[in-house]
């Protein structure tokens, strides 16, 4: 009996590590899942930004400082435990291979890394698209239930993605599989495609693009509150 206990609790253990290894990987599937069934452009492009651009430049990022770490005399003096992985941790835990490596055989490179990166893109992105939210300015005539509706969710929202995103963070330090210097590498990486990513598509897409929380999609156009004739809101 005790045998079939520790059996589970090691299989669940198992089953939970490989789905946090694999979160990114995860959360872009679903978002491509549910753009190409709903038609939903706005998680169509989060995906891009996520999935795409953002382990782009993760890449082409860790590639740069892993070159100008071991060339430059005196960075290639500091230790390599503060920017590089053990090889078979990196192969245990990461959703691609860590980074390029010029250094020893069984090390990698770790700043930044794609997993987090990625994930500091999720939190960030939600993080930007809650603070226009509650920030966005209500029409004199829109309804006060509603406007108080819309910030409630957007502030709630900030508070869980800042919570979450660190906790998250913690954990996969725990693993083993990141460096405190490739966290806030990978923290600077990921915020800044957020910000730039979502700014990108609130020009491109005039406000409809950007909200994965569709609540922007759901606000009357002014014009609509000068007209008696009922107005509703339809993709166009």
């Known amino acids: 009996m ?15 590590s490989q789905g946090f290894r694999s979160l990114p990987a995860i959360l872009g599937g679903a978002s491509l899942t549910l753009g190409m069934i709903q038609g939903n452009f706005n998680f169509l492009f989060f995906f891009v930004g996520m999935f795409i651009f953002t382990p782009v430049a993760a890449g082409l990022l860790n590639g740069l400082l892993e070159l100008i770490l071991i060339n430059v005399p005196i960075l290639n003096q500091l ?14 835990c990461s959703i691609f291979t ?10 990698m490179n770790a700043v930044p890394s794609y997993w987090m990166s ?14 226009f939210l509650y920030k966005k300015q209500e ?7 509603g406007v108080t509706a819309r910030k409630s969710q957007a502030l709630i929202s900030m508070i869980v993605a800042i919570m979450v995103g660190i906790i998250f963070s913690i954990l996969r330090y725990a693993t083993s599989c990141e460096t405190m210097l490739g966290i806030l590498v ?15 598509m609130r020009v491109c897409g005039l406000g409809r693009l ?9 606000i009357l156009p002014l014009q609509s509150y000068e007209e008696d004739i009922p107005t509703v809101c339809v993709p166009s």
């Not at 860590?98 to 055989?105: E, I, Y």
């Not at 990625?118 to 603070?131: D, H, P, S, V």
């Not at 029409?139 to 239930?145: G, S, V």
């Open 98 to 107: 860590v980074g390029l490596s010029s250094g020893p055989p069984q090390t």
């Open 186 to 200: 990978s923290w600077g990486l990921g915020i800044g495609m957020a910000i730039g990513w979502y700014k990108f």
């Open 210 to 218: 950007d909200d994965l929380f569709g609540i922007s999609s759901r």
């Open 79 to 92: 230790p390599r435990s503060l920017w590089q992985i053990p090889n078979g941790t990196a192969n245990a």
């Open 2 to 16: 005790a045998s079939v206990v520790g059996d589970f609790v090691c299989a669940t253990r198992q089953l939970f």
């Open 139 to 145: 029409n004199e005539k829109a309804k006060k239930e």
């Open 118 to 131: 990625m994930m500091t893109f999720f939190f960030a992105y939600i993080f930007c698209n809650a603070l």
